[in-house]
C-alpha cells in the first residue's frame, strides 16, 4: 500500500471516529422541566431515541438549575420505552418519581441520592 494510500485510509478513519464520538447520536426531546421551589434544582423529563437500532428511553435528569446541557451523568433514573412519568418535589431537596406501568426489567438506571438531592419513588 503507497503512503497517499495510507494517508488516505488515516484521514477517514479519522473522520468515521470523529463522527461517532459524542457529537450527539441520541436526539433529546424535553417533555417538562420541573424546578425545584427554591430553584437550585430543576428535573427534566426527557425521551431519548439513539435510532432505529434501539428501544425509546424516557429520563429524568437533574441538574442544577444553570446548566441547560442535559448531560447524561445527570440523568437519575432511565427506562426503556415511553411511559407516564409523574415527577414533583417534596421540600427542596426531595424529587418524588412516579412511573406508571414501568417494568423492573426495563429500568436501566435508578439513582436514590444525585447531590445533595433526595429521589423518592413510588
Not at 451523568?73 to 427542596?92: A, I, Q
Amino acid at each position: 500500500m503507497s503512503l497517499k494510500q495510507l494517508l488516505g485510509l488515516g484521514a477517514l478513519a479519522a473522520l468515521a471516529l470523529g463522527g461517532l464520538s459524542g457529537c450527539g447520536l441520541c436526539k433529546d426531546r424535553i417533555l417538562e422541566e420541573i424546578p425545584s421551589p427554591d430553584g437550585k434544582w430543576t428535573a427534566t423529563i426527557l425521551t431519548r431515541d439513539c435510532g432505529a437500532t434501539t428501544a425509546e428511553y424516557m429520563a429524568v435528569n437533574l441538574h442544577d438549575f444553570k446548566h441547560k446541557h442535559l448531560d447524561v451523568e445527570n440523568d437519575v433514573f432511565m427506562t426503556k420505552y415511553v411511559h407516564r412519568l409523574h415527577v414533583s418535589w417534596n421540600g427542596n431537596e426531595s424529587l418524588i418519581l412516579d412511573c406508571e406501568n414501568c417494568v423492573a426489567h426495563e429500568v436501566e438506571k435508578k439513582m436514590d441520592k444525585h447531590g445533595t438531592a433526595q429521589i423518592i419513588y413510588r
